[in-house]
Structures are given as structure tokens and as C-alpha cells.
């Protein structure tokens, strides 16, 4: 059963408009979030996390929203440039390393 | 600074073959983990090192899968006998310490023909 799941597969967004990714999770034991962004051949790349006393984080153009009612958390971008153009992985920890990664959600960003 | 090095980037191997598969992690991260990402999956935990022992080696699919790690910085991961199934991309992630983000190397792309 699919702790972590990211149900849009593919998403394209207009450059300059915001992105909005999203993640649900079933584990109330998850209070460690975080996403990261591949590149094709390349290993995952931490973008930003967020620790469940949190509902928000921010990083430059990344933010993070977590709604722990609703066991969801999104990652919005914006501007949204082509060079965001990726893999976007969504991640949760329960108290320990193991992280359980979503299936990823494919970014397309439109020059 | 340097991030975590895996090698090879790639390997062709025949079902059956004994393969294995090197990670280098962030130079002074204690912690060191090794995840599988099947083709449309996201990254699936395998092993976990804390210095020099393996702390959880509970993902591991099969007796097949060994990995060690016995100066406390780099990992081999070992597969014996193997079989297509096992043809994914080979991710190795390490962290400062435990429950500190991890970070991803390129990763080793296995494929078992």
C-alpha cells in the first residue's frame, strides 16, 4: 500500500506562473517532509523540507505547505522558469531515516 | 564541497553475474543509505549505515543483497546470482548524522540482461 502518493503524473505550467505540486500521505506517524528534483541520469536533488510543528516553509521561489488534517503538503514554485523543468519527488520520514518517496510528478515548464 | 560519488554510472551485467556497486559519501557524513528506484517508481530504502555497521538492513530484498561498509566512508553494495528483476537505478544517499537530510548521489544504473 502506497504510503506516499503523488497522483498527478505529469503537470506543464506557463513560464513565470507558479507551479503548484502536491502529495498526500496515509502514515500520521510522518513528521518529516521534504521534496527533491532529478534530473534525467542524475541523482535526486534536495530542494526543501518541512518538519510537521511547521505549516509552511520557505526557501527563494520554493515553498512548502503542509495540512496535517488532511495528511497533504504541496511545493509551489514561482516564478516558474525552464529550468524547473523536472522530476519532483515527495518524501516522508516517521521519526527515522527511512524515507518513502512518492512516484514523482513530472514537471514541464513552457518557455 | 564534493557531494556523494557512485560508481559506475552504469553496468550491464548477465542474469546470474556477481556485481558490485561503490559509494563515496559527503566526505565527514557519518550516516550512509542505499535505496533501489525501479523504472516510474520513487527511491525504495534498502540498507542504512551508521558509521561502520549496517544499523538496518531491513529493506533488502533477498540474502542476495549484501552491502558493507568497512572503514566508515565508502560502501560497496554486493548482488549475487542476479536476476533481471534486479535491473533498477542503485541510489546512495548520505546524511551528517542520522535524521539529517539526506543527499543523493547519481546513482548506478543496474541493468541485468
Known amino acids: 500500500d502506497q504510503q506516499v502518493k503523488q497522483n498527478s503524473p505529469s503537470l506543464s505550467v506557463q513560464e513565470g506562473r507558479i507551479s503548484i505540486l502536491n502529495c498526500d500521505y496515509t502514515?500520521?506517524?510522518?513528521?518529516?517532509f521534504l521534496w527533491y528534483k532529478k534530473y534525467p541520469a542524475e541523482g535526486p536533488t534536495f530542494l526543501i523540507s518541512?518538519?510537521?510543528?511547521?505549516d509552511k516553509n520557505e526557501d527563494g521561489r520554493f515553498t512548502v505547505f503542509l495540512n496535517k488534517s488532511a495528511k497533504h503538503l504541496s511545493l509551489h514554485i514561482v516564478p516558474s522558469q525552464p529550468g524547473d523543468s523536472a522530476v519532483y519527488f515527495c518524501?516522508?520520514?516517521?521519526?527515522?531515516?527511512?524515507?518513502?518517496f512518492g512516484t514523482g510528478t513530472r514537471l514541464k515548464v513552457l518557455a | 564541497g564534493a557531494g556523494v560519488s557512485q560508481t559506475p554510472s552504469n553496468k550491464v551485467t548477465e542474469k546470474g553475474k556477481y556485481v558490485e556497486l561503490r559509494c563515496d559519501p559527503i566526505?565527514?557524513?557519518?550516516?550512509l543509505y542505499w535505496y533501489r528506484q525501479s523504472l516510474g517508481q520513487g527511491p525504495e530504502f534498502l540498507i542504512y549505515?551508521?558509521?561502520?555497521?549496517?544499523?538496518?538492513d531491513s529493506g533488502l530484498p533477498n540474502d542476495r543483497f549484501f552491502a558493507v561498509r568497512p572503514e566508515g566512508s565508502v560502501s560497496t553494495l554486493k548482488i549475487q546470482r542476479t536476476e533481471r528483476g534486479d535491473s533498477a537505478v542503485y541510489l546512495c544517499?548520505?546524511?551528517?548524522?542520522?535524521?539529517?537530510?539526506?543527499?543523493f548521489g547519481p546513482g548506478t544504473r543496474l541493468l541485468v540482461l
Open positions: 518541512i518538519s510537521s510543528i511547521k
Open positions: 544517499a548520505s546524511s551528517s548524522m542520522t535524521q539529517e537530510t539526506q543527499y
Open positions: 518524501a516522508a520520514a516517521g521519526g527515522t531515516y527511512k524515507y518513502i
Open positions: 549505515f551508521q558509521g561502520t555497521g549496517a544499523a538496518d
Open positions: 502514515n500520521s506517524m510522518f513528521d518529516y
Open positions: 566526505s565527514g557524513h557519518t550516516a
